[in-house]
């Protein structure tokens, strides 16, 4: 199956987003819908924010299936996009490699915040997952990603994951998680751990200028990570979604908390080790550039193993 999507919104002038460009193919099935809760600090931009839940009109993606969205958020509009329900990867009769290419453009003063369900990884699957995101100067952005690695009592398939996210041009983020039997040490400790869901929250944000919010451990496998840009990412990693998400949501109030000028809360049993146990997960590569420089995080080379389901639609 081939199928492509074209979502696009434009300022109104009058303080409100109109939705320009809304184009669906199943198994992408766009759908406007009313406002969801909004997200801190940014309400007040949300206020008059176009709201859209992703809808699968069939299942998968299948082995073999091309999936592609396009997103285009205009100069001064806001979205918020959502996803119905949690989506679920499923090989198909031939072995073959489903895709799903999500490309993204953020204008300036635009905002957009989006929030898709977990991804399921169910046995025998072969996805890859590659998403682009363009961010003019003065964008804001926030993205959650979540996969679950089988479900209950099975293993996952392969699974390779791509985000690169670039700020005015140049490199702000590049993430690649690869997940699988040809994936070698994806479930040790430099990885996910033995965890089975995973996931990330990524926050730019002008406001913070060239100062944002300070690297550091939070409760549980949950870490606080600084990007030069300025902007933020929240890794973590849980035996189930639901904690997961419980996590993701509390470390992203915290993350507020320290914009606001407070200290989030951080348990005493927690080291500044625990940023690299936490980021094992979500990250097997991060690279952020300014000004020419170039930082790379690795996994830790020590064994960090903590040891410690859910189904979809």
């Not at 953020?106 to 072969?126: R, S, Y």
């Not at 840009?229 to 470390?251: E, F, N």
Request: glycine share 10%.
């Amino acid at each position: 199956m081939r199928a492509r999507a074209h979502l696009a919104t434009e300022h109104t002038g009058n303080g409100r987003t109109r939705i320009s460009t809304h184009r669906s193919e199943a198994p992408l099935v766009l759908r406007s819908t009313l406002a969801a809760p909004r997200y801190p600090p940014w309400a007040p931009r949300l206020a008059g924010a176009a709201h859209v839940h992703l809808t699968a009109g069939a299942a998968g993606p299948i082995g073999g299936d091309h999936l592609s969205l396009r997103v285009d958020v205009g100069a001064g509009s806001a979205l918020v996009l959502q996803d119905v329900l949690s989506t679920l990867l499923l090989p198909g009769p031939r072995g073959e490699q489903s895709r799903t290419r999500v490309d993204i453009h953020v204008a300036a003063d635009a905002t957009l915040v989006w929030l898709p369900e977990p991804v399921i990884a169910a046995k025998d699957c072969n996805h890859r997952t590659d998403v682009h995101v363009e961010l003019d100067p003065g964008a804001r952005l926030l993205l959650r990603e979540e996969l679950l690695l089988g479900r209950h009592g099975e293993e996952p398939g392969a699974v390779d994951q791509i985000l690169r996210v670039r700020l005015g041009g140049r490199p702000l983020h590049h993430q690649h998680l690869a997940i699988g039997p040809e994936a070698t040490g994806w479930d040790g400790p430099a990885v996910t751990g033995g965890h089975r869901a995973i996931g990330s929250i990524l926050v730019t944000d002008p406001a913070w200028g060239d100062r944002p919010p300070p690297s550091r451990p939070l409760d549980g496998d949950v870490a606080l990570m600084a990007l030069t840009g300025p902007a933020a990412l929240i890794t973590a990693m849980r035996p189930d979604t639901l904690s997961l998400r419980r996590d993701l949501d509390t470390a992203l109030a915290a993350l507020h908390r320290v914009v606001d000028g407070a200290q989030p809360r951080v348990s005493a049993r927690r080291t500044p080790a625990a940023i690299s146990r936490s980021s094992r997960a979500s990250i097997t590569r991060v690279r952020t550039e300014a000004s020419g420089a170039v930082m790379s995080v690795s996994p830790p080379t020590e064994s960090l193993r903590d040891g410690s389901m859910e189904t979809p639609r």
